[in-house]
């Protein structure tokens, strides 16, 4: 212990010793003359490219006494401050501190400058300073081929560069996702970069390259951004496509790529871009080429070409211009009958065009070759595919005059379809066939009679007339003059005497032939008398008859019938009603009086005149009577059964506007109708109504009731009595049913105002304003209407006097009119005052004597409406 307590004291003093001593030194250098070399590390060590600063500054008691401060390089050559007026030179000096120290500047450090530099002065002239300092240089980290952003191509190998220059060397790992990757299977890590074996999309991130110098604890990070393109891949277009002329036209072309490839198309025959084609345009983002009119030109291969930064990639196709057909010859063709027709039509498009034929008007058209429908028609077809052509033939063999007509040619080929439409004439000679059913012409009195001729001929015929086998013009008769009017030709007969009455002979001639028609010339007489006529419905004002015609003369045909009727114990028929009919019209006696014995007589008209009296027939009307049933005036749409009622529809589900005609009122006026209307159905064949909703409404005078408040699709059985003075008529019955509730406009009753009562209020509010205008300028100016009248009220007696003179008569205000329409009045034919009798019901007393004032008129029938108009009928001051 003690011995090695004796080793530690004497270690400690030899410690104590050398601390001395160096503080003694240190002391002592401090107060000899040196230079300082700032920083004061004796080795500077600094990166490439990066500036440095050292300064010399003298450590003197007497800094006046330094001279000649410089700096000296690597090879001892003194370095020169910077030239005044000039850029700075890579390394210079530059005084500072008053010109006390002197800096030694590296505006940028390379490699070649590392070394010893030297600081040297002189002090008190005697004296050599110096001091030295040794610059090292290293080349840091250097990001040298390390792109931040890297796109590469799927399914190749591909290194993520990332190259490195420092010096010392850098060491470089790689990091993903903060994991190490390690160089194993897919994954290598060369001196370039890191390589990717087979590179898919999932190879996509964020790769890290970091770079470190252990020499110098340097270390970066170089953060990569890995983006894998897909090269791109245009979907195959279709090999050809059609485009027809004049149209617009639409192609897309699609491709997938990744990033999303942009789009060109390219005309193959020119490579010209389409974008910069008139009327062509372009979508780069979606591919898709337009033509606005497609026009000939444009027929060509085209290329769609999608590109991206991984790549192109095209596909062709080609457009095929389709040229609409055009018929460019079609023409009318005249050909005799018997003798082949050749009708050709020539057709221009592409692809070139297919023709047929057809009649115009129809359907069905001619199929190539011989017709099944008729063999005589032959349908042939030549095609010129390089100049687009096509010509089609239609022969007809013996032509027929049913050939004649117009034929359409039609063109088509995929673009579209053409028309033109092409006669043939067929020639053939003069025909009568139009002629041959025509009566005979009439004529009487010698009258001049005109016979008509013309005959079908192509080419048109010329025409001669022959009487008695001679030519008419020949025999310079003043009764026979001709007239022609183009293809027609009249024959005038004036019938001087009855050789003219005979039959006239027409001649037609044109190149083909000849032909020859007989007109026959008759002398017209008037009818024979009426064989038969027979009273059909008797009332007790009217009577209905129908009448047998007698026969007559083809050619010549009736014009009217007349009735003559008097009371059986009037004698003398000049005296006699008269009425005349239209052979089409009922034969309806009016205005006849109840429990009357008449006689009738009938006789028939032609152009001639009125036939003998005939067909006498005696009739008694029966008494006054109940009305006849009305006739309901809607259209049945089914009947089941004979005694079944006739069903009608209405086209509303809510109401049904009834409408039936006035029927005969038997002698007594008819003065309303009575409707009733029940719901119900139809069981087997039995009518079931229901009675408690049954509806019955009386109307006076009126022809039509709209029944409201129905029930949609539903059966409603309607009864229609006419009443009169002594009952009502039997009933008339139908069947109606209500349209169904859905799709029907339903008529609504507006609460609001009719437009005849704003009509009303508008017309009242203006008469109101007037009345308060004529106030105001009667209050204040003595004017207006008021006024005038209030000067009139305030007469001289010489005024009334005056008036008394005159005299006065007052009016007589007559009953307004009535607002419901009322029934025809009766007309009574021949006498238009009614008898005494006639005026009171059930009147049985004695008439008195029939004036002998008479009105005559005629009654036609148009099918619809019987029209009575007044005329001269033969009557009283008749010739027959």
Known sequence: MAAQYGRSSSSAAVMMLLVWITL????????????????????????????????????????????????????????????????????????????????????????????????????????????????????????????????????????????????????????????????????????RGLLIKNITEADDGVYTCRAAVMSTGELKNREIRVEVQIMPEVQRLPRVMDAVEGQSFSVMCNATGKPVPEFQWIKKGTQQNAADLDRFSVNSITGQLDISTVEQQDHDNYACIARNPAGHSESVMKLNVLIRPKIIEFINITVSENEEAVFVCKAFGRPAPEITFRRYGTVEEYSIGLQVSDDRIILEQSTDDEKGETVGTLRISKLATTDDGLYECIARNRGDVAFKVGHITVEYRPIFDHMKALPPVYTWEERTANLSCFAQAIPNATIEWRFNDRRVQDLYDQNLRIENEGLRSDLLVTPRDRRYYTAYKCVAHNRLGSAEHLMELREARIPESVPQAKPRVVSATSITFDIMAPPVEPGLPLTAFSVQWKEQFQSDWNFAFNRTWSPDSPYIV??????????????????????????????????????????????????????????????????????????????????????KYCPGTKVNGYWTEMEEHCIEQDIARMTNYEMRNLQADTYYRIELMAHNAIGFSKPAHVLMKTARGIDVVLRVDSPTLSSAAVIGIVIGSVVLLLIIADLLCCAFGNLGILATLCRKTKRSPSDLDDEAKLGSGSLIKERPPSPLPLPPPIVKLGATTPLEDEKQPLNTQPAAAASPLKVNSSVEFDGRVVHSRSGEIIGKNSAV
């Not at 006498?616 to 109940?626: A, H, I």
């Not at 009305?630 to 506007?657: G, K, W």
């Open 24 to 191: 003694l030194g240190v002391a002592h250098s401090q107060n000899q003359p040196r230079l300082k070399i700032l920083p004061a590390s004796s080795i500077q060590r600094k990166p490439v490219g990066h500036s440095l600063l050292l300064t010399c500054r003298p450590e003197v008691p007497d800094t006046n006494l330094i001279s000649d401060l410089r700096w000296n390089d690597n090879r001892n050559m003194t370095i020169l401050p910077k030239p005044a007026g000039q850029s700075s030179p890579m390394i210079y000096t530059e005084s500072i501190a008053g010109g006390t120290a002197l800096a030694l500047i590296f505006n940028s450090l390379q490699e070649s400058m590392a070394g010893t530099y030297f600081c040297a002065a002189s002090y008190s002239v005697t004296e050599k300073l110096n001091a030295a300092v040794v610059v090292e240089t290293y080349v840091a980290i250097t990001w040298k081929d390390a792109p931040t952003d890297q796109r590469p191509l799927m399914g190749t190998d591909y290194i993520v560069r990332c190259e490195v220059t420092a010096n010392p060397p850098a060491t470089v790992d790689w990091l993903r996702n903060g994991d190490q990757i390690k160089s194993s299977g897919r994954y290598v890590i060369e001196n």
């Open 590 to 675: 009016e205005g006849l009086r109840p429990q009357t014995a008449y006689s009738f007589r009938f006789a028939a008209r032609n152009v001639v005149g009125l036939s003998q009296w005939g067909a006498y027939v005696d009739q008694s009307t029966p008494r006054r009577s109940e009305p006849e049933t009305p006739r309901i005036l809607h259209t049945p749409i089914q009947d089941e059964e004979e005694d079944s009622d006739p069903i009608v529809t209405s086209p509303y589900a809510d109401h049904f506007d009834m409408r039936w005609s006035i029927p005969v009122d038997n002698g007594e006026p008819i003065d309303m109708y009575r409707i």
